[in-house]
């Protein structure tokens, strides 16, 4: 569970973007503005980030506020999990990241592991749609909805890309350290249910 200031900071910054966007009069305006500001420094305090450095990453998007998506891509090879280290913090993850604007969801996740792996491959089958809230990720800044999607490959070769160090394949019971931002053992583990059932459902939230 993320802390209640960051819950409340990010349903104010919400409530602002909102009215921000569909609001018309100028005294509205000023008022949605000042609980913006609110918003950034709340999370400003809290973190020691500089209140302009805050606005820009948390408070810069403009229309109604959605949860942002973030696809992560499930290889299988021997029975062992394709995973990539990460540069930005030297542990491992599913190769994905964001969406992409004017790619589908299987399309991200096809490039991403092009990307970050050298690996070409082929989306198969969706295996979870995950609240980020309800699993144990560090606290975030943007509500995040993670797509988990199975993938297999049809050719290229490990190579490391610009934002990852490392290429390898894990057995369930040898993971390496993970990345918990990007994915938690259980979703880990979850996949692996996919590769040994392929009949297991899809899993939400």
């Not at 509205?28 to 913006?36: A, C, G, S, V």
């Amino acid at each position: 569970m993320e802390p209640k200031w960051l819950e409340w900071a990010k349903q104010l910054q919400s409530i602002a973007q909102a009215g921000l966007t569909y609001s018309k009069d100028k005294y509205d305006l000023e008022r949605f503005e000042m609980i913006r500001d609110i918003s950034v420094e709340m999370l400003s305090l809290q973190t020691d980030i500089d209140k302009t450095i805050v606005k820009e990453l948390f408070a810069n998007e403009t229309g109604y506020a959605t949860p942002k998506i973030d696809v992560r891509a499930v290889v299988f090879k021997n029975n062992k999990i394709l995973m990539v280290k990460e540069e930005a913090d030297g542990v491992w993850a599913l190769p994905g990241g964001w969406g992409d604007i004017g790619l589908s969801p299987s399309e991200v996740a096809v490039k991403e592991v092009q990307e970050e792996s050298g690996y070409d491959v082929k989306a198969i089958k969706l295996i979870g749609l995950l609240d980020k809230n309800f699993h144990p990720h560090p606290s975030s800044a943007y509500h995040v909805y993670k797509v988990f999607i199975q993938c297999e490959i049809t050719g290229g070769e490990p190579k490391t890309g610009i934002e990852t160090s490392a290429v390898g394949f894990f057995a369930e019971n040898e993971l390496p350290e993970l990345s918990v931002a990007r994915n938690t053992e259980s979703q880990i583990q979850l996949a692996f249910k996919h590769l040994h059932n392929p009949k297991e459902p899809v899993y939400f939230d």
